[in-house]
C-alpha cells in the first residue's frame, strides 16, 4: 500500500502539469524558456547559494542540538547535493533523504542522521507557513487568503487527528515493555525538547529559517520580473509565498506541478493571468535547477566526499586506539 502511494505522487504533478498545458495552453512554458537568460540566472545562483549556507547552518544547529557531529562546510555541500537530487528526481525530498541517510552513516548513527534532517526541514516548513499566513492576513485584498487558510487548517487537522490516534495506540506491550510506537514518541519528545530548552539552538533556527524563506522570497520575484511581470513587489510577495508553500506538496515531479498549478491560480486570482503564473513558475524551475548545478560535482565524483574522508580516518584512529588498547 505504501509503494503504491508513494508511486502515485508523481502521476499527481503530471495531472496537473497536463491539465495547465490543456488550460493555458504550452505557450507559456515556451514564452518561459525564451526570457531566461545570463544575467538573472547569475543573480539567481547568489540568492540560491546564500540560501543553501543558510540552510546548511540551520541543519548544524538541529544536529549538534541532537547530539551529532557536523561540519558548516560538509553540510553545504551536501546540501547543494540533495538540492539537486530533489529538482531531478519524483517526489522533490529523496534529495533530503539520502542526505540523512549519509549522515546518519558518516556518523554510525543512521536514526539520529534521518531525525536530523527530519526536524531541520520540519522547521523550515512551519515558519513558511507562519510567514504566508501573516503576510495574507495584511495582503489588501486577501482575495489569496481563504483558500489557502482551508489548505492549511485541513493539514493541521490532519496532524492532529494522526497525533490523537497515535496518543491513543498503546506504548507498551502486554508485557510492560515499551512499543516501537512507545519507542519512537520519546525519542521525538526528547528531540523536541533538545532543540527548545536550547535558546541558541531555537533562535538560530528561526533566524535562518526567516533569512532562507526571504531568499526564495527573492528568487520567485526575480522569475516574475525575467518572465515579464511588472507588477508591484508588494503583489508579487504573496503569490511567491503561496507558490512556496505548495512546493512543499509530495506531490511533484522533480519538483513541477504544484508549484505551476498554484502559481496559475494565485496570478489568476490576482488579475495578473493564469499565464504570467505558469511563465514565472516555470522561470523558477529553471533558475533553481542552474543554481544547484554546483551539487552535480558532488555525484561524480563521491570518492572525493570529504564525509569519506573524516568517517575513513576516525575508523583507522579508532582501530589504532583499540590495538594500542589491546
Known amino acids: 500500500m505504501r509503494r503504491a502511494s508513494v508511486r502515485l505522487r508523481p502521476v499527481g504533478g503530471l495531472a496537473i502539469l497536463a491539465v495547465l498545458v490543456w488550460r493555458v495552453g504550452g505557450d507559456a512554458f515556451l514564452t518561459a524558456l525564451g526570457r531566461i537568460h545570463l544575467a538573472p540566472l547569475a543573480l539567481a545562483a547568489a540568492i540560491v547559494a546564500l540560501t543553501t549556507v543558510l540552510g546548511a547552518w540551520r541543519w548544524v544547529l538541529v544536529a549538534r542540538a541532537l547530539g551529532t557531529r ?12 540533495s538540492q539537486l537530487l530533489n529538482v531531478t528526481l519524483p517526489g522533490g525530498v529523496l534529495g533530503d533523504v539520502n542526505r540523512g541517510v549519509r549522515h546518519g552513516n558518516g556518523t554510525d548513527d543512521l536514526a ?25 492576513l495584511v495582503e489588501p485584498s486577501r482575495a489569496l ?9 485541513l493539514l493541521a487537522v490532519a496532524s492532529v487527528g494522526l497525533l490523537v490516534v497515535l496518543f491513543l495506540l498503546p506504548t507498551r506491550s502486554r508485557r510492560g515493555e515499551p512499543t ?6 520519546r525519542t521525538a519528545l526528547g528531540d523536541v525538547r533538545a532543540g527548545l530548552h536550547d535558546r541558541h539552538t531555537s533562535a538560530g533556527v528561526l533566524v535562518a529559517s526567516l533569512l532562507v524563506v526571504a531568499g526564495h522570497v527573492g528568487t520567485f520575484v526575480l522569475a516574475a520580473r525575467t518572465a515579464g511581470v511588472t507588477a508591484p513587489t508588494g503583489r508579487l510577495v504573496p503569490l511567491a509565498l503561496v507558490a512556496l508553500v505548495a512546493m512543499g506538496l509530495p506531490l511533484n515531479v522533480a519538483g513541477w506541478g504544484p508549484r505551476e498549478g498554484v502559481a496559475a491560480w494565485s496570478f489568476g486570482v490576482a488579475g495578473l493571468g493564469a499565464g504570467a503564473g505558469v511563465t514565472t513558475a516555470v522561470v523558477y524551475g529553471v533558475m533553481t535547477l542552474v543554481a544547484v548545478l554546483p551539487g552535480l560535482v558532488l ?25 594500542a588498547r589491546g
Do not use: I, N
Open 299 to 323: 555525484l561524480v565524483a563521491p570518492a572525493r566526499w570529504p564525509w569519506a574522508r573524516w568517517t575513513s580516518a576516525r575508523r583507522v584512529a579508532a582501530a589504532h586506539e583499540g590495538g
Open 180 to 185: 516501537r510506537l512507545g519507542r519512537a514518541a
Open 145 to 153: 487568503l481563504a483558500p489557502t487558510v482551508v489548505g492549511v487548517a
Open 70 to 81: 557536523l561540519r558548516l562546510g560538509d553540510a553545504v555541500a551536501e546540501c547543494y547535493r
Open 112 to 136: 539520529r542522521g534521518l531525525r536530523g534532517v527530519v526536524w531541520e526541514r520540519t522547521a523550515g516548513q512551519v515558519v513558511l507557513v507562519v510567514v504566508a499566513t501573516g503576510v495574507l
